[in-house]
């Protein structure tokens, strides 16, 4: 294993935030991707030669099956239809994904999935019903699986009331025991949003830590082990903040997004990082700097630094 991995994010494809692989129950949105594969080609073709892609795969609680209590009862047919095309491409390209299950901000964007995501979190039918078939599957495609992020910045469940500090701990726990026993032992992470999250959780049954950070400077704080349990640390999102989509942000990300991401990617290799992905750029019209991103970080990836 490479002892600095450089990879980007692919939260979802085709901007379709909650129905990109499958159907969501709850917006009622068909699933995207079975209609568009060749997005999936063309978008592998372009970040060929990075070490890591990070994808989403339950946000907004899509491919998910619930009952009329809203207890998670199964995985959709078509969600991992999907889910297998994204992880053939990829181990294709000689990459490996990290697959985030959820995104706990979802209780801000889609506020009728709390009473769904409390279940899932504080009951035990989601390593039931949908971790066990969920790991059967990704053990056929072991090879492009490089870890699992449990959750992407649980610090949302707790900002939205959707559980408690105890509960979560505990359902994470449970969760990355689960990834680690006998049948299958995939390494897992948790995505913080904060640093100092991380470094709180690193005594979690984790394989690693993982936080994230956005500024405009582009610095990032020196990695040291004894902040995080002597577990290894990687950056699962970096990047230029987006504060708003005004015409000066737009532009100051269109301007300063790729190179910010770059001095990050610099600097966490410099100070001990085990790995850093950065974010998308976000906002409409930001085709060609995310082109201009995905092309540095590829370079990055393949040329050394």
């Given at each position: 294993m490479k002892e600095f991995l450089i990879g980007l994010n692919k939260p979802w494809f085709g901007g379709q935030y909650d129905h990109d692989l499958g159907n969501n129950q709850f917006?009622?949105?068909?699933?995207?991707?079975?209609?568009?594969?060749?997005?999936v080609r063309s978008f592998f073709g372009e970040v060929q030669g990075i070490d890591i892609l990070r994808i989403w795969l339950f946000e907004g609680l899509e491919g998910l099956i619930f009952d009329h209590d809203n207890e998670v009862v199964?995985?959709?047919?078509?969600?991992?239809?999907?889910l297998k095309t994204i992880l053939d491409w990829a181990a294709r390209s000689k990459m490996r994904t990290y697959l985030c299950l959820f995104d706990a901000w979802t209780a801000k964007h889609r506020p009728m999935t709390?009473?769904?995501m409390g279940l899932i979190v504080n009951g035990i039918r989601f390593i039931n019903n949908v971790l066990t078939k969920l790991c059967d599957f990704l053990s056929n495609h072991a090879p492009a699986i490089f870890a699992i992020d449990l959750m992407n910045?649980?610090?949302?469940?707790?900002?939205?009331?959707?559980?408690?500090?105890?509960?979560?701990?505990?359902?994470?726990?449970?969760?990355?025991?689960y990834l680690h026993n006998d049948h299958h032992?995939?390494?897992?992470?948790?995505?913080?949003?904060?640093?100092?999250?991380?470094?709180?959780?690193?005594?979690?049954?984790?394989?690693?830590?993982?936080?994230h950070i956005y500024n405009?400077?582009?610095?990032?704080?020196?990695?040291?082990?004894?902040?995080?349990?002597?577990?290894?640390?990687?950056?699962?999102?970096?990047?230029?903040p987006a504060v708003d989509d005004s015409s000066r942000q737009l532009a100051l990300r269109r301007d300063y997004g790729v190179w910010t991401a770059k001095k990050m990617v610099l600097e966490?290799?410099?100070?001990?990082?085990?790995?850093?992905?950065?974010?998308?750029?976000?906002?409409?019209?930001?085709?060609?700097?995310n082109r201009q991103l995905n092309s540095t970080v590829v370079q990055l990836a393949t040329h050394g630094i």
């Open positions: 917006t009622k949105w068909d699933p995207y991707l079975p209609n568009n594969l060749d997005l199964s995985i959709e047919r078509i969600f991992l239809e999907s709390v009473n769904a910045e649980p610090e949302g469940l707790i900002k939205y009331n959707v559980t408690t500090h105890n509960e979560l701990e505990y359902a994470l726990n449970r969760w990355c025991n032992n995939f390494k897992c992470s948790v995505g913080w949003m904060r640093r100092e999250n991380a470094s709180k959780y690193s005594y979690l049954d984790v394989d690693f830590c993982d936080f405009r400077s582009g610095e990032i704080p020196h990695y040291d082990e004894n902040d995080f349990g002597k577990k290894r640390c990687i950056i699962g999102e970096c990047g230029y966490a290799r410099n100070k001990s990082y085990y790995g850093i992905l950065p974010w998308p750029i976000e906002g409409p019209q930001m085709d060609e700097a």
